[in-house]
């Protein structure tokens, strides 16, 4: 299974927003995120548990050290142009909403190379060949690429997909401020057995 979607992911999804709302955050845009980071991984072993009963197997341990948990923000002027991807270092990317329903605004869209026809990385091939040879190339050209599945974004809905295999994107940013952004909580890791 290539995504998986949990809606109602936290008990009290609530109390997970008003931390996004209090942390600090660093601009990341370097990291090729249009946005920011906080700076500290927000995580229980109650999510790591969830997150590997979906996937149905152990995460490894280093990946939570790395963006395991931290919260993004994506404001309308950084997130302007979209940007499809991969998540090459990544078996998995995790992308769970915190926008209330009524500001909620696009979701995550996943693609299809117009002049490859390929969706991410073959069997074949592997992702850093496919990011010299099609992402560098057309990543910030909406016009290469036809949208062939799309999750709306919605409060406390869980996006689980294979961000190293799949092409992917935000479909829209918006908002001027952290309280009126795009907001997520973000999980890039493997599989403890893919380590």
């Not at 109390?15 to 845009?29: G, P, W």
């Not at 963006?67 to 769970?96: A, C, N, P, Q, Y």
């Not at 560098?136 to 050209?141: G, I, N, P, R, T």
Request: net charge negative; with cysteine; proline share 3%.
């Amino acid at each position: 299974m290539n995504i998986i979607v949990i809606d109602h992911f936290y008990k009290d999804p609530e109390k997970i927003r008003s931390l996004a709302l209090e942390a600090s955050y660093k601009d990341v845009t370097q990291l090729n995120y249009p946005g920011f980071q906080s700076h500290h991984n927000y995580c229980s072993s109650d999510v790591i548990k969830k997150i590997e009963l979906a996937i149905n197997s152990p995460i490894c341990s280093t990946s939570l050290s790395q963006t395991f948990g931290k919260f993004r923000i994506m404001l309308k002027e950084t997130g302007s142009k979209l940007k499809v991807h991969l998540d090459g270092h990544s078996d998995w990317t995790g992308v769970l909403y915190l926008n209330p329903d009524s500001a909620c605004q696009g979701g995550t869209g996943f693609y299809t190379h117009k002049k490859t026809g390929l969706d991410g990385p073959t069997f074949d091939s592997d992702w850093q060949q496919i990011e010299q040879e099609v992402i560098e190339l057309d990543s910030l050209k909406p016009e290469a690429w036809v949208e062939s599945s799309y999750v709306a974004m919605k409060f406390n809905r869980l996006v689980l997909f294979r961000g190293n295999q799949l092409f992917h994107c935000h479909t829209k940013s918006f908002g001027n401020n952290l309280s009126d952004a795009r907001l997520t909580q973000n999980f890039f890791f493997n599989e403890a057995k893919n380590v």
